[in-house]
């Protein structure tokens, strides 16, 4: 391809994989990682929440009941089902169920037959790290990981995210290490634990685009920071694409912040690339998708 990108670095935009492939198959599991980087994927993503006995697990919500099977397994603690009340053991008794608007309830996906045995249980961080060193090494790839410390937001968790990382080897800018957080202190706390342990990896902020008084920033959970405030801390935004406009993008590149937009569910190539072409175009860094497939077929055709 002799495309000319806009983007900050002039390097093609990355496509995460958003859950893995999870508009497929069960998200944050195993089997969805290895089908997104069997589809394409630069990055996957997973999130990360942390279990009553301190273990790191891939999980997007606080609570075990929208994605796995818990509620027919267990009795509700504290009136929930939250993934702090449950220990790794417990959890590890769960299957993950498929919740993506292409997958199938018998979680395949056409030709492809995940590699490991159980592919839908809740995987440690330390699994996923494993498994992507595992297929970078057996592909020839260096595919990424975009881990996010997700609420609730706690410097325990945030150490335990930068220890496994350094534990399992992803230290340097060539390990393509993203890291990202909704609360601009986690964010704080990410660089600045990346900086003690002599680690190198970018980091996002994550929220929604706003203009305040003619300055543009980023709406997180714990507030408004303008683009200035997060270029002292981070090396990228993690925003809403509906907010995302070219005069955005322009505004943080001139602050050398990369834009990555989530979350993309196109449920065709051709809804793809009416989405997302656009913010190639304004000079888009990368993207979030749960169709890692679709993503990676916009950006190929450039
Ligand atoms: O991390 C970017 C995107 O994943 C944020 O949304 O709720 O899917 O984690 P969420
Ligand atoms: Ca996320």
Redo the contacts with the bound molecule.
Sequence with gaps: HAATWNTLTGEAPIVVA??GASGYLPEETLGSYELAIKLGADYI?P?VQMTKDGHLVAM?DTTLTRTTDVADLFEPRNGTYNVKDFTLAEIKTLTVKPTGALSRPDSTYPGFTPSMADPYKVPTLDEVLVFLNAQNAANGTSVGIYP?A?APFDAEKEAKIIASLKSNGFDTAADKVIL?SFAHQSVINLTSLLETNGMEAEVAQLGSVRLEDGIYGVNGSDGFRTLEQIASVATGVGVSYGGITESFIQAAHGLGLKVHA?TFRPLSEDEAFAMIQPMLDWGLDGF?TDYTDFGRTVVDAQ
């Design positions: 958003h859950r993503e999130d997007h996010e997700k990202q989530y979030f």
